[in-house]
């Protein structure tokens, strides 16, 4: 895996729904290890962007480079098998299971892990694997919990969990602080402030404390431009990005 060059580039993308412009000539470029939060109000087109960048879009024009490739035309399976992961909302938790075998479900989704995990010594390793992923997630106490036992934002975590099992290159999340409490988000922001290094991450947020917690640097969309990008001190005293959310 190269670590210089940009894991994630756009170039003049665009998603017209109609006449409605959800995406507009965005450009955008991440670099291995990166923290990018994407922030903007309601409708500026955070998800259709997601969506773009995990394949579940087609553009109506410009370009996706993920890890060094010009990759718009492939499928979001092709993306997720060159190391991209998302969550949270194609994650399927079993709730009557424990958090242990649902993060030994997710190894197994990984080609090589099942023959690794099958042999001689596979439940050894499955065990410290699983409690790795378990610990990124800060759910190392809850590996013999029932996920139904598990607060909203434990499941949150656990989710996390399962997208990092297949040792992504880059993370993309979409809004994963919705509906969660203050301390829950407090937690997943400290998860994700902690995640390593390995991992280039997307931050898709409406939440402004998250994203500027987690980001590094941040993007701010509005009617699907992107109209500034900055550190989080600049984009916390932007009187423009102040507009924009009161206006959102
Ligand atoms: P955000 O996630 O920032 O709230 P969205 O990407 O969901 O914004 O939406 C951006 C704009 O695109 C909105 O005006 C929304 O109504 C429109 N839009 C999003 N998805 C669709 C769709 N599938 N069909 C038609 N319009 C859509
Ligand atoms: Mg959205």
Redesign the pocket.
Known sequence: TPSNGPVLALRGLAKH??G?H?VADVELDVSHGERVSVI?P????????FNLIAGDYRPTAGRIELFGDDLTRTSARVRAHRGLARTFQTSKLFTTMTVDDNLYLALCGKPGSVRRLRRADGDERRRSRTRELARAAGLEAKLATEVGELSHGEQRQLELAMALASEPRLLILDEPAAGLSPAERGTLTKVLSELSRDITLVLIEHDMDIALVVGERVVV?AD?EKVLEGTPDEIRSSELVRRIYLGG
């Open positions: 729904f109609g409605v959800a903007g309601n409708g500026a087109g955070k998800s259709t962007l969309m699907g």
